[in-house]
């Protein structure tokens, strides 16, 4: 069964601290993961994709990376802001046919000043 | 260029009424794709469409739920004799092509159905 399993399922830190969200699939057949933030009561904004062959990816404060052998990836947010407070959600896209994604859960993070 | 649009944002029923759900993709995106989410879980995949196509309903129920992208107007998400249940937020995103390369879907604010 395809599944995108994500922890931890909140998580709390200080304003400018740094902090990692990690993601863990059984989906095949793979052709690319993705993070997306969605804010409380809008929809998910696209961070990052990544294909098999990328292992990282950087969009300002935040770095994603993949490890396509153990299907494991990690969010990595850096010197945390007040606006990062939203749900991370990781998103497996499979291959073969159109784009159909997976969806984990989510990660809801707080930054606290 | 406008991102996708829903309307409406909220939505109440009362069992059994029907609810309609619009939502009008980004300007040029031709991939229109609904999901639901219930509270505390992720979205799951209903239905996937192409301008009058339906090309994936593999994830909406069956009975009572529907759905439709016209040649012209917005995709419609209709839900006939509601009921508790149905009560999430659905969302729609679209995007410039399905397959191939990485493409980003762009996701609506969603609406939020209230079934009393």
């Known amino acids: 069964k395809n599944q995108v399993e994500q922890s931890p399922q909140s998580l709390i830190i200080l304003e400018g601290k740094n902090c990692t969200l990690q993601?863990?699939?059984?989906?095949?057949?793979?052709?690319?993961l993705r993070w997306y933030k969605q804010d409380t009561g809008r929809g998910p904004v696209s961070l990052t994709i990544?294909?098999?062959?990328?292992n990282t990816k950087s969009n300002g404060r935040y770095t994603a990376t993949l490890d396509a052998d153990t299907k494991q990836s990690s969010l990595h947010i850096t010197a945390s802001q007040l606006s990062d407070s939203a749900s991370y959600i990781c998103v497996v896209c499979l291959s073969g046919g159109y784009n159909k994604l997976i969806f984990g859960a989510g990660t809801r993070l707080a930054v606290h000043p | 260029n406008a991102g996708v649009m829903q309307n409406p944002r909220h939505l109440v029923r009362r069992r059994g009424q029907e609810a309609r759900l619009r939502c009008s993709p980004m300007k040029g995106h031709s991939h229109v794709y609904w999901y639901r989410q219930l509270p505390e879980e992720g979205l799951k995949f209903m239905v996937y469409l192409q301008k009058e196509n339906i090309i994936d309903e593999s994830g909406m129920p069956k009975e009572r739920f529907s759905a439709e992208f016209p040649k012209e107007g917005p995709s419609i998400l209709r839900i006939q004799q509601v009921v508790r249940g149905d009560s999430a937020a659905y969302f729609c995103?679209?995007?410039?092509?399905?397959?191939?390369?990485?493409?980003?879907?762009?996701f609506g604010p969603g609406t939020r159905l209230t079934v009393l």
């Open positions: 995103a679209s995007s410039l092509k399905s397959s191939g390369s990485p493409d980003t879907q762009y």
């Open positions: 990544m294909t098999f062959s990328e």
């Open positions: 993601c863990n699939y059984t989906v095949s057949p793979f052709s690319n």
